[in-house]
């Protein structure tokens, strides 16, 4: 069976694997084996042998991978933790990437423990939340710190877009009995009683060392039921028809008790191994969501630092002329300047220039077509954009909206409708939010659009604005609240360096974003099929073997 790979690409494939699982077995299998890849499809891998990898070696072969030449995604998967049914797919149509010591495996075996699919028609169980927890606590009632001393202080707060940045959650100074009073362990779930986010819920898992806030409620799950499976009901229309029974009209400040919100009515498989199963099937999405994240984060850093090495601090104009190695190729020192010259923004690398920003960009305002006129919205096709789009954004990068506009609704806005590319900036409201829309786009009052001129990046663009941020904001004005006009905005000052480095810029750029982008866009269908299978999951709805052919049909 052919392999749709490039030798160039293969040889490095098979340079990785050799590093860092050289004794496993590891099979290609997917579209890239079966005859249906594009050009832009993975790799899919799967390394064999009947213990999982350890968690350093996945993460490093994975992280080698992103960071190689291959100009696609290489997913791997570790055969130790999957299924039955995704390991007959994968057998059914594989190539042998590199032989390893297979020992006695059992290719179609059980997965430690975990168990495939539970029998159709099998007994569920109807309870309440509160009888498969076996404690209810509030939680610690004290003032956060950003000293790192003693345990982090989970808040309300702090769980953003379903996730704990550990590093951004503050410090709480506490006895030793308190924390063994308050603390958070893996498999705890935490949920919020009071405000707008009253209902929200958090699965713990592997946290360091941490207890939570008064307005989180802390429950423990019984050991006879598997505490994920929980975690998912807790997301379901099922308990969150119940937190808006509950809640009513209490549109000033939601509330509910640790009590009440436990009295949720809860329906589960009786046998704990298919409780096991589904939340595995969950998982498995959520995690590869988590993964996606963590890689833009590194990747987005990454270009950040590129644009601040170059355009901020001139790395490379400092190395050269004092002499110092900059790692670079010869070809790519040369484009850089060895000294400096005076300029309105101080000294800057010679040759370079300065311009204000509307000189290279346009610049671009929108509008709010009527809310009262119905033939402006109804079965919208156009995407119409405002800022709350972008400030849920984990990356900068805008492939929807939620709302849309109809033809009639974009005839109302003067900018009409604004090309994929462009970089947005929030320009009140407040200022700062920033994307570069990956659809064509329309826009409201509350944007400045950048579409960049001739020989001008756009991720240039972006970056500059996320580092001129305080400039801009100086710029700004309003008594009700700050705006930044266009007017203010093309005077601002910024630093145009040459065509050479320029598009330097953009080729060591470029693929970071392009990567970003890729993840963003899996991430969301990941999210649809996520959606779409809990509800059906967590009632039984349908099996759990054809789940996992839904699963596999999306991941191949």
């Known amino acids: 069976m052919p392999l749709d790979i490039r030798p160039d690409h293969l040889k490095i494939v098979e340079e990785i694997l ?36 350890e968690f350093q070696t996945l993460g490093a072969l994975r992280d080698a991978f992103s960071e190689s030449n291959i100009p696609y995604k290489v997913d791997v998967v570790d055969w130790a933790k999957i299924g039955r049914t995704f390991r007959e797919i994968i057998q059914k149509a594989k190539v042998i990437i590199q032989k390893g010591l297979r020992n006695d495996i059992d290719m ?36 956060a710190i950003d000293t790192p001393v003693g345990p982090h ?79 998912y009901y807790l997301k379901s229309s099922k308990f969150w028809s119940f937190i808006h029974g509950v809640l009513g009209d209490k549109s000033a400040q939601p509330n509910a008790s640790a009590r009440t919100l436990t009295q949720a009515p809860l329906k589960a498989p009786k046998n704990k191994n298919s409780q096991r199963t589904i939340a595995h099937i969950l998982g498995t999405l959520d995690d590869k969501i988590e993964l996606n994240r963590r890689m833009n984060e590194t990747l987005e850093a990454m270009a950040q630092a590129i644009f601040k090495s170059w355009f901020v601090d001139f790395d490379p104009v400092w190395a050269k002329m004092e002499g110092r190695p900059m790692g670079l190729p010869k070809e790519i020192e040369d484009l850089f300047p060895d000294s400096f010259e005076d300029s309105e923004l101080g000294e800057i690398p010679r040759g370079w220039k300065v311009a204000t920003i509307g000189e290279i960009v346009n610049i671009a305002g929108g509008s709010t077509p009527s809310t009262k006129e119905s033939t402006y919205w109804e079965n919208g096709r156009h995407y119409w954009a405002t800022p709350k789009d972008l400030s849920s954004l984990s990356t900068p990068v805008l492939l929807g909206t939620e709302r849309k506009i109809t033809d009639a609704g974009l ?33 409201n009052q509350g944007f400045i659009a950048m579409l960049p001129r001739e020989e001008v990046s756009n991720l240039f663009i972006l970056y500059w604005a996320a580092c001129a941020h305080e400039e801009i904001v100086s710029r700004a004005n309003g008594s009700t609240f700050l705006e930044i006009s266009k007017a203010n905005f093309r005077q601002i000052l910024v630093i145009r360096p040459t065509k050479s480095v320029m598009e330097l810029f953009e080729s060591n750029v470029r693929p970071l974003y392009l990567q970003i982008v890729r993840n963003e866009r899996e991430t969301m269908i990941l999210a649809t099929l996520r959606s779409s299978l809990l509800p059906k999951l967590l009632s039984g709805e349908i099996r759990v073997k054809d789940a996992e052919k839904t699963l596999i049909n999306y991941w191949l």
């Open 411 to 443: 005839a109302q806005i003067g900018s009409g409708k604004l090309p994929a590319g462009t970089v947005l900036l929030s320009s009140r409201a407040p200022i700062g939010y920033l994307a570069i829309s990956e659809v064509p786009v329309s826009i």
């Open 153 to 231: 202080f989970l808040r309300i707060t702090d769980i953003v877009g379903g996730a704990i940045d550990w590093k951004s959650v503050p410090y709480v100074k506490i006895t030793e009995s308190m924390f063994r009073k308050f603390q958070l362990n893996s498999k705890d779930i935490v949920i919020a009683r009071t405000g707008a986010s009253t209902g929200s819920s958090m699965y713990i898992n592997n946290p360091p060392p941490a207890v939570f806030a008064s307005y989180l409620v802390r429950l423990k799950i019984k050991t006879e039921f598997d505490s994920r499976f929980i975690a």
């Open 108 to 143: 179609i075996g059980d997965n430690k423990g975990i168990q495939d699919k539970y029998i159709e028609g099998e007994e569920w169980i109807e309870c309440k939340l509160s009888e498969v927890c076996s404690s209810i606590d509030y939680g610690l009632t004290a003032s």
């Open 18 to 53: 050799e590093k860092h699982v050289p004794d496993r077995e590891v099979w290609a299998f997917g579209s890239r084996v079966n005859g249906t890849a594009k050009e832009t499809s993975d790799l899919d891998l799967a390394v064999i042998g009947e213990n999982p990898l």
